[in-house]
């Protein structure tokens, strides 16, 4: 168990840019859960997937976002058109589907911030 | 739609006394899970301790225990014994008992506590 991997720790870019973050969940986990946490709160849930499926998606997940799952293995995030609002730590967490509510595993997250 | 509330931004404590963080609920449903999680600074979030809503009986784990009021939907974190290495953000979060329905296991975060620990 290496635990939840989020890619790249933090990435600086100017507004109007897209972005990329990659997570890598524990193996095995079939679950995949993307949040996001602005200075001082606490996370909100942006996105789901179930293996490959992508099943919820949160009001928060605007057009200029989109999350992929291939495989059913890592997942990456997009973010088009960089708005100053989209400076946040972007969360990402993994559980297994066979362990009933088994408590949700996260990554260090990554830390994004619009000039 | 669940909603978390903790009305204590920040909190301090004394190296080995006992500190409450304090968070209450709000949810129509009568089966579900509440979660204590810990982020240090620039650290990933950790589990601190699980409560079932079916289970009358508080959890615990080592130092950390739980006030659970269903009725009053309260969900309270105590410390015992504080430590240096307990200074973090605390988050409180709810979430949906897995039923083949359509929560999918998402958590509801309160704000946060930050708590620090003096020596």
């Known amino acids: 168990d290496t635990g939840v991997s989020q890619n790249p720790r933090h990435k600086i870019t100017k507004r109007g840019q897209n972005v990329t973050f990659r997570c890598d969940p524990i193996s095995e986990h079939n679950r995949l859960y993307w949040y996001r946490q602005t200075l001082g709160q606490g996370p909100e849930f942006l996105t789901y997937f179930q293996n490959e499926a992508q099943l919820e998606k949160s009001r928060l997940l605007s057009d200029r976002f989109s999350a992929e799952r291939p495989k059913g293995s890592f997942s990456t995030l997009e973010i088009q058109r960089t708005e100053q609002g989209d400076s946040a730590m972007y969360l990402c967490a993994s559980s297994p589907w066979w362990v009933p509510n088994q408590p949700q595993h996260f990554g260090d997250g990554t830390r994004l911030s619009i000039l | 739609a669940q909603t978390v509330t903790q009305s204590q931004p920040e909190m301090s404590v004394q190296e080995a006394e006992t500190v409450t963080l304090s968070c209450t609920y709000d949810?129509?449903?009568?089966?579900?899970?509440l979660f204590w999680y810990k982020q240090p600074p620039s650290r990933q979030m950790i589990l601190v301790i699980r409560?079932?809503?079916?289970?009358?009986q508080n959890a615990t784990e080592n130092r950390f225990s739980v006030n659970f009021q269903k009725a009053a939907k309260s969900f309270s974190l105590k410390i015992s014994d504080s430590q240096l290495g307990d200074a973090a953000m605390y988050f409180c979060a709810y979430r949906s008992a897995d039923a083949g329905g359509t929560s999918y296991g998402k958590l509801t975060f309160g704000q946060g506590t930050i708590l620090t620990v003096h020596p």
């Open positions: 949810t129509s449903e009568s089966d579900y899970y």
């Open positions: 409560q079932e809503a079916y289970k009358q």
